[in-house]
């Protein structure tokens, strides 16, 4: 169910089907090396969206398109936002959301960069006067637990794959290849999302791998992951050149990650309950 095909007398209804459940796919506009497009985190999120309402009956807003790319200011297409300016329009989607009727939503966030700003965006939220719950959810499928399951049920058990995916799934854990960002996973998604996007000639053009020009001050204890990861990939890439990428791995990942994603959305509606109970035992003590 996706909100802007939504007619205006199907509403009421749809805050009924979903059990009040909306969700939000988060990306950003940052380059992914050189062989993905700036939208990708985008594209992702809401691929996963997609998946989900397919299996829970959920709503899916339109995108929170642009996330936190706050240090990518050396490279084209990213488009950072002031991050008040960023606060503020998610603000007003979920206010908005929430006075259609659904009071339980999901920010789907595809892109490492907006953990931070979602974090804070969630105790910012929830200090002030809201009928609403928001919370969030990375549904990314962890490359060593499918080959776990490889491993545990056989070469077959994931109907998408070739056996040339599995040699590349088995490759990526047991070789500790290095991903993150533009890497295999990512690589493989777009394939299956929009393979015209993709520039498989042009990996390798960039260097995806770390300065480390952070590892002491992590080793000494130093947090700040936002500025960190910007000086270690100055070219926006983490990961070893993914050639063995494919359509197949990539629909694997979206419909793992969408189920994952309506598992999640199904235990929101079922255990809502205490958050009801604390946004009412709050009421008097806000600050709005
Ligand atoms: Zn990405």
Request: aromatic share 12%; charged share 25%; glycine share 6%.
């Amino acid at each position: 169910m996706l909100w802007a095909e939504l007619r205006e007398e199907e509403f009421d209804d749809a805050v009924k089907k979903t059990g009040g459940v909306c969700i939000i796919p988060v990306g950003c506009y940052e380059m992914h090396g050189q062989h993905l497009p700036v939208r990708t985190d985008v594209y992702e999120a809401e691929a996963l969206c997609f998946a989900a309402a397919e299996i829970e009956p959920i709503c899916v807003f339109p995108a929170f398109e642009f996330g936190d790319s706050s240090p990518l200011v050396r490279w084209n297409g990213a488009v950072r936002m002031e991050p008040k300016m960023m606060l503020r329009i998610l603000e007003n989607y979920c206010t908005e959301i929430a006075r259609n009727g659904f009071n339980k939503i999901v920010l789907v966030n595809f892109h490492g960069g907006n953990v931070p700003f979602l974090n804070y965006f969630m105790s910012y939220i929830s200090a002030k006067q809201r009928d609403f719950t928001v919370l969030s959810a990375f549904p990314a499928a962890q490359f060593k637990d499918i080959v776990a399951k490889l491993d545990k049920e056989g070469d077959d058990v994931f109907p998408e794959l070739l056996p040339e995916d599995v040699a590349a799934l088995r490759d990526y854990v047991e070789n500790n290849r290095l991903g993150g960002h533009g890497d295999l996973m990512e690589t493989s998604m777009m394939l299956a999302i929009r393979p015209d996007l993709v520039r498989m000639d042009r990996l390798g053009v960039v260097d995806g791998h770390s300065t480390k020009k952070t590892d002491r001050m992590k080793e000494a204890g130093l947090l700040n992951s936002r500025a960190m990861w910007d000086l270690d990939f100055p070219n926006t890439y983490s990961a070893d050149d993914p050639y063995n990428a494919s359509e197949r791995i990539g629909r694997l990942f979206i419909r793992l990650g969408g189920e994952m994603l309506a598992n999640a959305c199904r235990v929101f509606k079922e255990d809502y309950a205490p958050f009801q109970e604390t946004i009412d035992y709050k009421r008097p003590f806000y600050h709005n």
